[in-house]
T-cell receptor, first 112, second 114 residues
Framework: ELKVEQNPLFLSMQEGKNYTIYCNYSTTSDRLYWYRQDPGKSLESLFV?????AVKQEGRLMASLDTKARLSTLHITAAVHDLSATYFC????????????FGTGTRLTIIP | EAGVAQSPRYKIIEKRQSVAFWCNPISGHATLYWYQQILGQGPKLLIQFQNNGVVDDSQLPKDRFSAERLKGVDSTLKIQPAKLEDSAVYLCASLRVAEPYEQYFGPGTRLTVT
């Protein structure tokens, strides 16, 4: 059974600081997704990582994938308040059926 | 392009009652998913449809949950009878079948069972 673990589960950061969220998964996969969820809202797609060594950046967020280590990271640079949200990684191990297994989520709070 | 539509947005029922949720996917998306998201957890897949056929319902509690997608477009998820532990947000998603094969999520239905 595929397990997807994120850490930390909760993160409070000061504005302007850098931090990294980690996503570990238990089964080989070449396809990993990052989503953002604001309180009471649905999931918004942030990044799709499709191969080993993939790196994508959007604004203050950068995601990377190491399929050999079964690890993805979401790095936050110079955090600002509007990045406060819950971030989920999701793994697809069954390319063709496109079924996602989600991590536990990381609740990020940016403190002024 | 219109997004995934869901209704109702909120529903409060008593245990042992029944409830139904509706989803309309993005036009042209043949694959549709229903997820259950319990407060503080990630979404968990309940059922996956390809057109009007079920691809995977292995995590659907079939003694009380049912889902259908009769014409390969809209879908309905039903719970009968509801239990307290069914309180959750029910998310519908549809799949863009082209790289990078992203799932697009609807706004969800928040169910509270009292």
């Amino acid at each position: 059974e595929l397990k997807v673990e994120q850490n930390p589960l909760f993160l409070s950061m000061q504005e302007g600081k850098n931090y990294t969220i980690y996503c570990n998964y238990s089964t080989t996969s070449d396809r990993l997704y990052w989503y953002r969820q604001d309180p009471g809202k649905s999931l918004e797609s942030l990044f799709v990582l499709l191969s080993n060594g993939a790196v994508k950046q959007e604004g203050r967020l950068m995601a990377s994938l190491d399929t050999k280590a079964r690890l993805s990271t979401l790095h936050i640079t110079a955090a600002v308040h509007d990045l406060s949200a819950t971030y989920f990684c999701a793994v697809d191990i069954n390319f063709g059926n496109e079924k996602l297994t989600f991590g536990t989520g990381t609740r990020l709070t940016i403190i002024p | 392009e219109a997004g995934v539509a869901q209704s109702p947005r909120y529903k409060i029922i008593e245990k042992r009652q029944s409830v139904a949720f509706w989803c309309n996917p993005i036009s042209g998306h043949a694959t549709l998913y229903w997820y259950q998201q319990i407060l503080g957890q990630g979404p968990k897949l309940l059922i996956q449809f390809q057109n009007n056929g079920v691809v995977d319902d292995s995590q659907l509690p079939k003694d009380r949950f049912s889902a259908e997608r009769l014409k390969g477009v809209d879908s309905t998820l039903k719970i009968q009878p509801a239990k307290l532990e069914d309180s959750a947000v029910y998310l519908c998603a549809s799949l863009r079948v082209a790289e990078p094969y992203e799932q697009y999520f609807g706004p969800g239905t928040r169910l509270t069972v009292t």
